[in-house]
């Protein structure tokens, strides 16, 4: 079967201690249109290959390299995801990447690379249009991401596309990220501790074949009109100039900034370290993704002026700037360039570096067991002085190395109360006290406390009816924008460069489908089921681990006590909002209200019978 | 910081556009007003194409793009009437863009 759009195989690697054995076998033609690729075809191989004995690092637990029929064609913005079973939360991860890899893997011929089992000792994978080898790694395993890429650059040539994890992959840190093109990051759930699991550092691709496009005429039509709609956006201007970090000032202006380990949805030092400080004081240029007609990634100077640091992005200067207390934009460049360099997932270091400055603060902790380290809120270079510390467990760097929740199992003294994480993933920079539909996307996010499956705040009241500070209307708001991003995160393309520079709608979605891979008839309202579809298969997988109603809940913060300021000043969410807001969501899921598990008829409507078989109560 | 209209040592309020208007982001102009005189017609007295602009992007769609907060709080469109101001407020005109 070779249609357009995709390369038509599946490379299966197994590491067997000091050799490498592979296969590649067709994509599945049966279940191809059902899922089309990326997270859907991604979510369908993990279901099949990781069951509940699997160990989130166990040599048995793959991770998944997958892109889809629309990565590597003339349309902007080409993604890969990362698909493995989080060490961080032990359900499904799926974690994404722009950079040149996306495309690569499809001109060497593969749509997904499943890579499993354990080398002997520290290695890389070389795979080349056919050829795969293992080579040895060793003279790489302690360097940074940024320096194993660049050395890697020089033994491979630059036309090698690099997926690198630094020193906090190689030592299990299970919110430890996977770097690619130096300055793009598969940042959440610890895909790098999975890779470090397998002694593998590093994954070199290199590619000289193509993609067969099904109307290129049509599509290249279809690129200059999505740039026309690009120049009539709203905010693709915005986008551009300022990247994610023009989100400190919508966040900051509803109250839902998190600050000081979410005890505060406002930050009095805002102004110091917003969108326009970062272009005033640090900005260098702009730097995108491979064709993106709205580059919105912003080179900044690191500490002293030395270092060139990609970012810091919204998430970075909420999490490791308001969320720490920090109100400085170099000290927020600096924390970047670190957790790139050791290879770490800034949400979850700010989360677990705020958590660790609240149990200070509370008495919890002192400086005997933080090493000296004074971690009051804002003291910068406590922050900057944990970071190495966590990446290579050292002191207590180690105690805060396996992420918030288990922190706070180890600290104890009621510090569960304020370990502000989701299944495990720490929450990134939206507070949902302020946004309470928020509070519903992270409880029902299935890789945990996320945002990148809805993002339900600032939604133009044009778009749905919701309410801020109750329940009605948010259920189905939810649900819908998480459906909304499944068949983008199929293709894979740029979600934020199609929403929001595009203003794409599921219709414009579709008509990329049917210019590249030719399905003539695919509609908007096939892409609606898919979505469905490909949400209820990741929470089938988390199903199978054990996730159940019980596990879809927030922080008891969230829950319990009220926000001291902003527009939601007061407001206390309660079991009550968010149980409604659940029996709404699960029903319209089609998953049981008791359980939270889907049901068999949903599980039919969806036709995902032959893939998840019949599900425990 | 420009002014509207010239010395005026009476009360005034910031406007601080934190989003691109007139061609250009983050700057703030003081206006002074008269002390219970609404929102809307604060906007009114800004220069024409400024003024057009708000119209375009803030007053006149049914569902903007773009918010106005009073002092740190989201003032929606209908509210522009009812909002008297005292002197001494800042407003904030940014961009609802949410994409971290």
Redesign the interface.
């Known amino acids: 079967m070779k249609l357009c759009g995709y390369a038509g195989k599946v490379l299966d690697i197994q590491l067997d201690g000091e050799k490498v054995v592979w296969k590649t076998e067709p994509l599945e033609e049966k279940i191809l249109r059902r899922l089309i690729g990326g997270r859907g075809y991604g979510a369908y191989l993990l279901y099949r290959l990781a069951g509940p004995t699997v160990k989130p690092l166990d040599p048995a637990n793959p991770v998944i390299l997958s892109t889809g029929p629309l990565t590597g064609t003339p349309l902007a913005g080409s993604k890969f995801v990362s698909i493995t079973k989080s060490p961080l939360t032990g359900l499904f991860l799926d974690s994404y990447s722009g950079g040149e890899l996306a495309g690569e893997i499809k001109y060497a011929g593969y749509d997904h690379i499943v890579i499993r089992g354990r080398c002997a000792f520290p290695s890389y994978l070389y795979i080349e249009n056919g050829k795969i080898e293992l080579r040895d790694a060793s003279h790489l395993w302690g360097q940074s991401a940024l320096d194993t890429e660049e050395t890697l650059k020089k033994e491979l040539g630059s036309e090698a596309k690099i997926l690198v994890t630094g020193p906090a992959g190689e030592n299990l840190v299970p919110f430890a990220c996977v770097c690619t093109d130096y300055y793009h990051q598969s940042g959440r759930g610890g895909v790098g501790a999975v890779m470090g699991s397998k002694n593998l550092k590093a994954v070199a691709v290199r590619g000289s074949g193509g993609i067969t496009l099904a109307d290129s005429a049509g599509l290249e039509r279809f690129r200059l009109y999505l740039i026309e709609k690009f120049k009539k956006s709203n905010y693709g201007e915005l986008r551009v100039k300022y990247g994610t970090t023009y989100t400190t000032v919508s966040v900051s202006s509803i109250g839902v900034l998190p600050t000081r380990n979410f005890q505060q949805g406002t930050f009095e030092g805002i102004e110091k370290i917003n969108c326009f400080t970062m272009k005033e004081k640090i900005w260098e240029s702009d730097h995108g993704c491979l064709g993106c007609q709205a580059p919105c990634m912003n080179f900044v100077r690191g500490r002293k002026g030395k270092v060139r640091v990609a970012g810091p992005e919204y998430e970075t200067i909420a999490l490791l700037g308001s969320n720490v207390g920090v109100d400085d934009i170099e000290a927020v460049a600096w924390f970047n360039e670190l957790c790139d360099a050791y290879g770490v997932d800034t949400i979850s270091c700010g989360n677990v570096i705020a958590f660790a400055m609240e149990c200070y603060e509370r008495g919890l902790l002192d400086q005997k067991t933080t090493d000296g380290l004074d971690l009051r809120f804002g003291n910068a270079e406590a922050v900057g002085a944990l970071i190495p510390k966590i990446a290579k467990r050292e002191g207590f760097g180690n105690w805060l190395a396996d992420g918030v929740r288990k922190a706070a199992e180890r600290i104890g003294k009621g510090s569960e109360h304020f370990s502000i994480h989701v299944k495990g993933m720490e929450i990134p920079g939206y507070e949902p006290r302020g946004a309470y539909p928020m509070g519903l996307a992270y409880a029902t996010a299935t890789r945990g406390g996320c945002h990148r499956r809805a993002k339900p705040v600032e939604i133009p009241k044009n778009r749905f009816q919701y309410d801020n500070f109750g329940y009605q209307g948010n259920a189905e708001m939810v649900k819908k924008l998480q459906d909304a991003r499944e068949p983008i995160h199929c293709g894979i393309l740029c979600d934020a460069l199609l929403r929001f520079c595009f203003e794409a709608d599921m219709k414009d979605v579709a008509d990329m489908y049917r210019m590249v891979v030719g399905w003539e008839d695919i509609s908007a309202q096939e892409l609606s089921t898919l979505a469905e579809r490909v949400y209820t298969l990741t929470r089938c997988y988390n199903v199978r681990e054990g996730t159940r109603r019980k596990d879809d809940t927030l922080p008891p913060r969230f829950l319990h006590d009220p926000l001291p300021d902003g527009p939601g000043k007061g407001k206390i969410m309660g079991d009550d909002t968010l149980n409604r807001m659940l029996d709404e969501y699960y029903d319209l899921r089609g998953w049981d209200r008791r359980t939270g598990v889907p049901t068999p008829e949903t599980i039919r409507r969806l036709d995902l019978e032959e893939i998840v078989g019949s599900l425990p109560e | 910081m420009g002014t509207l209209e010239g010395k005026d040592s009476g009360p005034r309020v910031t406007i601080r556009f934190?989003?691109?208007f007139r061609g250009r982001?983050?700057w703030s102009l003081e206006v002074p007003i008269t002390p219970g005189e609404p929102l809307s017609s604060v906007f009114q007295r800004l220069e024409a194409g400024l003024c057009r602009e708000l119209k375009e992007k803030v007053i006149d769609p049914?569902?903007p793009?773009?918010?106005v907060?009073v002092n740190?709080?989201?003032v929606v469109k209908d509210q522009f009437e009812q909002v008297r101001l005292t002197g001494s407020e800042q407003i904030?005109i940014?961009?609802?863009?949410?994409?971290?």
């Open positions: 934190l989003a691109p982001d983050n049914p569902h793009p773009f918010g907060n740190g709080k989201r904030s940014l961009a609802l863009l949410v994409g971290g």
